[in-house]
């Protein structure tokens, strides 16, 4: 069983900066990818960040997060940080920490992770 602790979100200005940090418990060998999904007001919950598990550390983007964000892994710490810049008010949402143990197609499709955070909430005022 693998746990993830999702943290760090708040309240910006347009154009600042978050640190959203998830620690994972338990077995997290078991795990293939790992990473950030978000759910905004009124929409379906979808693929932010993910980085593999594995020595790869291979890391994939939605489009809307390339070159704003950054993932990275701390191995030793079991935790999976996301740097947000930039932020806009587009950005609103419950960000979740989301992790599975398959390996998939596509790792941004929220359809195979079935480890989850509670989430933590991202608001960015205009």
């Known amino acids: 069983q693998v746990d993830l602790a999702d943290s760090g979100g708040g309240s910006v200005q347009a154009g600042g900066s978050l640190t959203l940090t998830c620690k994972a418990s338990g077995y997290t060998y078991s795990t293939n990818y790992i990473g950030w999904f978000r759910e905004a007001p009124g929409k379906e919950r979808e693929g932010v960040a993910i980085i593999r598990t594995d020595s790869s550390g291979i890391t994939y983007y939605a489009d809307s997060a390339k070159g704003r964000f950054t993932i990275s892994r701390d191995h030793r710490k079991d935790t999976v940080t996301l740097q947000m810049n930039n932020l806009q008010a587009d950005d609103t949402a419950i960000y979740y920490c989301?992790?599975?143990?398959?390996?998939?197609?596509?790792?941004?499709?929220?359809?195979?992770?079935?480890?989850w955070g509670s989430g933590t909430r991202v608001t960015v005022s205009s």
């Open positions: 989301g992790a599975t143990t398959q390996w998939v197609a596509n790792p941004l499709d929220l359809k195979d992770y079935f480890i």
